[in-house]
């Protein structure tokens, strides 16, 4: 096991300053103090070569989770080991096995152009001539920004830069890699080039941590999903798991030769239970909701086709963004 986190627990305390003359007169002989509670006893093991993605809705967690995971902030209580390492306890030593990207934050120096800053980084990691040479021609070709090499970072485009702060994140070789939003703002072909790169890297075993917003990036990258809501993990499972979270249920586009599952006064009478009328595009075209646990697919299929005579089908998962909802709402 490479990282393994038990009873994570991170409470920020506040203090409560007020809003009116008075108020803050008062804060100065007595505050209020509030207590956030945003990681609540957090157990969780990830393996070498685990491509991992945390998701969340704003405030979960993730950003506090990721901050501990890097050695950038220590818990209030509970332990982690990465590598055999606690990150903030051991920085020099843990910092050279990991790396990080993130999305809103560059590592590359502004002013001057990408190669200069990653001769800073084989510096600061200490390697050797060579095996920078071969890693860095690699990188570049892999990413295909040669051309940029010599330009100065500020003049680099969006896709451009954070190519390069890939380079820069991977130059020591890490074996563990904490991305936080490493798509944000990129156009799909930029983020096709990222994600290809992400996933070539963890095929030779390098062991990605991914914190996103982008549920493109979790069903193209993720083998296993973590969704943290009010600092506690409420899914750990695959993607197509994630999918089955609410029971097995497709949607069907059903295009019909006659009215389908019309109106009548008591309501949608035709409908038989475990299906649900999503949306109607036409008196003839339906969008439906099928619970397969309840009435199978292929029993529907043949209902709609002889009661009205079905001209076409399209049945799909429920879309993704469905089950993250629902499971951002729970309380
Ligand atoms: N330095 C801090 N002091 C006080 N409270 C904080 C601090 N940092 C974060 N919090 C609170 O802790 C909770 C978790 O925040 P965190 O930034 O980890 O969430 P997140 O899941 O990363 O959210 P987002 O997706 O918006 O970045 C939030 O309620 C936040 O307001």
């Known amino acids: 096991m490479q990282i393994d986190i038990q009873g994570l627990t991170k409470t920020y305390t506040t203090w409560n300053r007020g809003s009116t003359f008075s108020e803050v007169l008062k804060s100065l002989v007595r505050r209020e103090k509030t207590d956030v509670h945003a990681l609540k006893g957090i157990d969780l093991s990830i393996d070498s ?4 993605g945390f998701l969340g809705p704003n405030g979960a967690g993730k950003s506090t989770m990721l901050k501990i995971l890097t050695g950038v902030l220590y818990p209030t209580a509970g332990s982690v080991s990465v590598m055999g390492v606690c990150p903030w306890k051991d920085r020099k030593k843990y910092v050279a096995g990991i790396g990080a990207v993130f999305g809103q ?3 590359l120096v502004w002013d001057i152009p990408p ?5 800073m980084n084989q510096a600061i990691y200490r390697i050797p001539d060579a095996r920078f040479r071969r890693t860095m021609d690699r990188l570049v070709d892999m990413l295909s920004v040669r051309d940029q090499m010599k330009q ?3 003049n680099l485009s969006l896709g451009e830069r954070m190519k390069c702060e890939f380079i820069m994140a991977m130059l020591h070789e890490p074996r563990i890699v904490f991305l936080d939003e490493p798509t944000i703002g990129l156009d799909v072909i930029a983020k096709d080039k990222i994600r290809a790169f992400i996933q070539e890297m963890n095929r030779d075993g390098v062991t990605f941590i991914l914190t996103t917003h982008d549920l493109d990036d979790v069903e193209r990258l993720a083998q296993r999903v973590i969704v ?3 600092g506690s993990i409420v899914f750990d499972d695959g993607i197509s798991a994630l999918r089955q979270h609410f029971g097995a249920k497709k949607i069907i586009t059903a295009s ?3 009215p389908c599952f019309v109106s009548t006064e008591d309501g949608v009478s035709a409908l038989p239970s475990g299906v649900s009328l999503l949306s109607r595009l036409s008196e003839s075209d339906v969008v439906l909701e ?3 646990s309840v009435m199978d697919l292929p029993s529907l299929i043949r209902l709609v086709s002889e009661t009205f005579g079905l001209r076409d089908l399209v049945v799909e998962d429920i879309p993704i963004e469905t089950v993250i909802k629902e499971l951002y709402a729970k309380e």
């Open 49 to 52: 070569g685990e491509l991992v």
């Open 105 to 107: 934050k560059s590592q």
């Open 115 to 119: 190669a200069d800053s990653f001769m």
């Open 152 to 154: 100065p970072t500020r």
């Open 228 to 230: 943290i809501n009010h």
């Open 256 to 258: 019909c030769a006659a």
């Open 290 to 292: 099928c619970d397969t």
